[in-house]
């Protein structure tokens, strides 16, 4: 479908970047907005650079999660290469980091707080309108700069050389010379052992070069594999620890806090979603990403009384594997993001507390806080024994790669260093017996 612009934002902006584009269409405004615009079944990153090519305006919901976010990176550079005019619309009174301040420098941006946001949607749409009225200016090179190198080669000149050959007059003997006397015999020449010895280096090391290079590149295959693969087992582990640690809270929130909140104020008063494991679980894992940003955490649910943890189409197929095979425990692979690929460790969330019962069961036994809270549609229905969702931790594969290659950067150093060792030690060697061996000749 073809639109006019273009909303980029982040995940955690989704909610007024929505709003955006449900003012700008009702005011005649064409928008494309992800995930509603990519088709079922499409690749994602194809769908996302389809869209910002078919649109005129590039709208940037700018935020602090935008500023850190790799996504809405390179949707601005490719919004950028295109020529198109961007808008950052800023919710947060931040400044761009280094990468997003290379093309959001010289942009005017539309402020849009303090609050509310919405107030500053209409200067938005008028100022798209503007853009759009406008003529599109065509770019003779397509915004693209090609350079052309010219290298000048000097043939080398031709020397010639002449030989030059010095000959000495043959001995004879003085008339004065005893009869007994013998001339003494002309020295013979002694063979160019220099000549020798570089031919012997030369070949020595056109077979021997090539081998060493050889075997430090196998080696600095093999142990790079290695790395990766210990990499891999470190994330993995690390995000084992995180579930633990998520277990351990959900445990905590249900034996200690919930009873204690429920002492502590009568049951028709204010519900605190603090009292729910699936709430302190993940916001307990919220503090640990300020640590450890690459790690994402989530409960993820196909039927949760808080919206924000209802699965998406491969969290869904986790959680209907686990139900499938109630006997599997654990589940760790790798899915294509739009960043990358990811990897992700899983552990089914079952219903074996009557604790959980008690505000999942009916809406009529649930808190009525929570009720009026989240509603009664969500989170309703559940029985002891049931696998009701997946804790989820995952991380981008290039984290383990980036772990890699950090320890290989001083291992592959090492082993060019130890190879300039054994190529030196080994001429040395060469160069010692080749010598011994023509003094001996020499004198025999």
């Known amino acids: 479908m073809s639109a006019d612009v273009f909303i980029s934002h982040s995940n955690k902006d989704k909610t007024i970047a929505e709003a955006i584009c449900h003012q700008l269409e009702a005011n005649g405004i064409r928008c494309w907005i992800a995930p509603r615009d990519i088709q079922f ?13 078919s649109c005129k305006v590039f709208v940037l919901v700018f935020s602090d999660s935008a500023n850190t976010s790799d996504h809405v990176r390179r949707e601005v550079a490719k919004a950028f290469s295109l020529g198109l005019a961007v808008i950052p619309f800023r919710t947060e009174d931040v400044a761009p980091n280094r990468s997003l301040s290379y093309f959001l420098e010289t942009v005017h941006w539309l402020d849009a707080f303090p609050s509310p946001t919405e107030s500053y949607f209409g200067t938005l749409s008028d100022q798209i309108k503007r853009l759009l009225e406008q003529p599109v200016a065509a770019n003779g090179d397509g915004g693209k700069h090609g350079f052309t190198q010219l290298v000048a080669v000097a043939a080398p000149a031709e020397i010639s050389t002449e030989k030059t050959v010095s000959t000495q007059p043959a001995s004879r003997l003085s008339s004065g010379a ?4 013998q001339a003494k015999p002309a020295p013979r020449s002694e063979p160019k052992k220099n000549n020798g010895l570089t031919k012997t280096f030369v070949r020595f090391n056109l077979v021997f070069l090539p081998i060493l ?8 295959a093999i142990v790079h594999s290695h790395l990766q693969e210990g ?9 084992k620890v995180m579930l633990e640690t998520a277990r351990a809270s959900r445990k905590y929130t249900t034996e200690q806090i919930a ?11 204010q519900f605190h979603p603090q009292s729910i494991p699936f709430y302190a679980a993940t916001e307990a894992f919220n503090y640990f990403r300020q640590t450890h940003p690459d790690f994402a955490y989530k409960e993820a649910a196909p039927n949760p009384t808080n919206p924000r943890d209802r ?6 197929d986790i959680v209907n594997e686990f139900r499938n095979d109630t006997s599997k425990k654990e589940l760790i692979g790798q899915r294509d993001t739009p960043l990358g690929p990811s990897l992700f460790i899983s552990t089914p969330i079952k219903v074996d507390d009557a604790s959980c019962l008690q505000c999942h069961s009916t809406p009529d036994k649930a808190p009525p806080g929570m009720v009026k809270l989240y509603g009664s549609a969500n989170g309703f229905g559940w029985q002891s024994g049931d696998i009701v969702g997946a804790q989820i931790v995952s991380v981008p594969a290039a984290l383990t790669e980036k772990l890699a290659d950090n320890s290989f950067q001083s291992i592959f150093w090492w082993l060019i260093g130890i190879g300039m060792v054994v190529l030196g030690v080994t001429n040395g060697v060469l160069f010692w017996a080749l010598r011994s061996a023509l003094r001996i000749a020499a004198k025999e």
Do not use: F, N, Y
């Open 41 to 53: 079944g499409s690749d994602w990153t194809e769908g996302i650079m389809h869209g910002i090519s």
């Open 259 to 269: 009873p204690l909140l429920e002492t502590l104020q009568p049951s028709d008063q």
């Open 178 to 181: 005893s009869a007994k006397g």
């Open 213 to 220: 290079a050889a075997a430090i590149g196998a080696t600095a």
């Open 311 to 316: 699965t998406v189409d491969w969290e869904a």
């Open 231 to 239: 990499a891999q087992q470190e994330v993995v582990s690390t995000a």
